[in-house]
């Protein structure tokens, strides 16, 4: 996976290498948290930014100006299409914003399948062995995660098995057996005066109240439930997350550098 990604030599991270950029124009779904005022803040300098440039990239604008017809205090947490150059745009914002001492873009290419990617792209990122030869051999569903830190996904769990394989970057895994997850979800809902009967990764736990309780549930100072475990991932690492364990997901980094990771659903 080296060929995604190369080391900025004036900056002490990560960023998109040219064998990925050139892929520029292809499309994403992307997600953007901006629910503080910090965020909001820099969402709206992102846009003068984009404005900025010499000549006006329109079909970033265009996606852009689309996800946020509505006002931005509306909702925290938006969801829209626009090609990969965005995040390679969003990166080079936040070298701008780290110099500054400013808030980051939270910007996220989230659970994006791997079939969507380029075919030269696909090839970098073969089925692992392990998931061909184990249970049926059957991918159910295969996704890359690219994004500005910090990343978060709320507590759910998964439908199938699940491979994750950490590209770029680190991220803290937190798991817990589908019993203690049950109890601890449940207690959310509870607290939060909510009823969900969905337990897999949903718009509605990305935002608002509910996420706020679930990332103070498994990540709050609080004590975990026993039976808790916790993996921090580094380029190279993979962990197995069994059938219906629950787990939340987190960049280790705050500061608005690259993050990456891929997965395999299967049966």
Not at 120 to 145: F, H
Not at 166 to 186: H, T, W, Y
Request: proline share 7%; hydrophobic share 35%.
């Amino acid at each position: 996976m080296n060929k995604w990604f190369e080391k900025q030599p004036l900056y002490d991270s990560m960023t998109l290498s040219a064998h990925i950029s050139q892929f520029h124009d292809a499309w994403f779904p992307y997600e953007i948290l901006a629910s503080s005022p910090r965020q909001k803040q820099s969402t709206a300098m992102f846009r003068r930014f984009l404005a900025s440039e010499e000549p006006e990239d329109e079909a970033i604008t265009r996606s852009w100006d689309a996800c946020f017809a509505d006002p931005i205090g509306s909702q925290g947490f938006f969801q829209f299409h626009a090609p990969l150059r965005l995040l390679i745009k969003a990166l080079a914002f936040n070298q701008v914003q780290s110099q500054e001492g400013q808030e980051p873009l939270e910007l996220y290419i989230a659970q994006s399948s791997l079939t969507d990617l380029p075919p030269a792209l696909q090839e970098d990122v073969p089925t692992p062995e392990l998931v061909q030869r184990v249970g049926k051999g059957d991918v159910y569903n295969s996704s890359v995660w690219l994004g500005t830190e910090p990343t978060y996904t709320p507590l759910h769990r998964d439908p199938n098995p699940n491979i994750f394989c950490q590209l770029c970057s680190n991220k803290v895994i937190r798991l817990m057996a589908p019993r203690v997850g049950d109890i601890l979800f449940s207690q959310v809902q509870r607290r939060i005066q909510k009823q969900s009967n969905s337990r897999i990764r949903t718009e509605e736990m990305m935002q608002g109240d509910e996420r706020e309780a679930l990332y103070d549930a498994v990540w709050g100072a609080g004590p975990l439930p026993t039976g808790t475990y916790e993996a921090d991932l580094g380029p190279g690492d993979a962990l197995f997350i069994p059938n219906g364990w629950w787990h939340s997901v987190k960049s280790k980094g705050t500061n608005g550098h690259l993050n990456g990771s891929v997965n395999w659903w299967f049966r």
